[in-house]
């Protein structure tokens, strides 16, 4: 039986960040409001969370530009995910999870004209866990339907791109 390692605390901010707070931000009035908040995410987190141990967390998040934290006149603290940390909170998601048991497909025939684009594509479909069947077919267990969507909109490629979601897959 494979070990599980075990999540840092680090990983589970940005988890928590992305998964169980609407847009990515958190507002505090203090860093206690913060290890309670975790607690109550992840109160099975095997050994206590420390305050020193989370500050430390946050520094480093901060300083690899993953997340941003301001501080507001009324005394708040407000963490808040950047786009590189929205990404890597959504590798590291399906990576602590169990398989959901759908394989997402995207299949695509991008113009040769548009070989920047492509590769682009291809180049974000690595980082996130996809690997190719075939030049122009990648597969991957990970959930990340939407942004994937989100990301061919954004990009302009919808009429080469086809993704699919399904649990059927097989001969």
């Not at 009324?74 to 759908?102: C, F």
């Not at 394989?103 to 974000?124: A, C, H, M, Q």
């Not at 866990?129 to 077919?137: A, E, H, L, M």
């Amino acid at each position: 039986m494979k070990k599980k390692k075990r999540t840092s605390i680090a990983n589970l901010l940005l988890l928590g960040l992305e998964k169980f707070v609407e847009g990515g931000e958190l507002i505090l009035n203090s860093s206690q409001d913060l290890k309670n908040w975790m607690y109550e995410v992840y109160g099975d987190y095997p050994k206590p969370i420390t305050k020193q141990a989370l500050s430390q967390a946050i520094k480093r998040l901060r300083e690899k530009g993953i997340i941003e934290q301001e501080k507001r006149e009324e005394g708040n603290i407000v963490l808040r995910l950047t786009q590189k940390g929205k990404e890597i909170a959504l590798l590291l998601k399906d990576d602590d999870l169990e398989w959901d048991g759908r394989w997402r497909l995207v299949i695509f025939d991008i113009p040769e004209s548009k070989r920047l684009v492509r590769d682009t594509l291809r180049n974000k479909l690595k980082a996130w866990g996809f690997i190719s069947w075939q030049r122009s077919v990648w597969v991957s267990k990970k959930n990340v339907t939407n942004p994937l969507r989100e990301l061919v909109k954004e990009i302009g490629i919808e009429e080469w791109v086809i993704v699919l979601e399904s649990d059927n897959v097989g001969f």
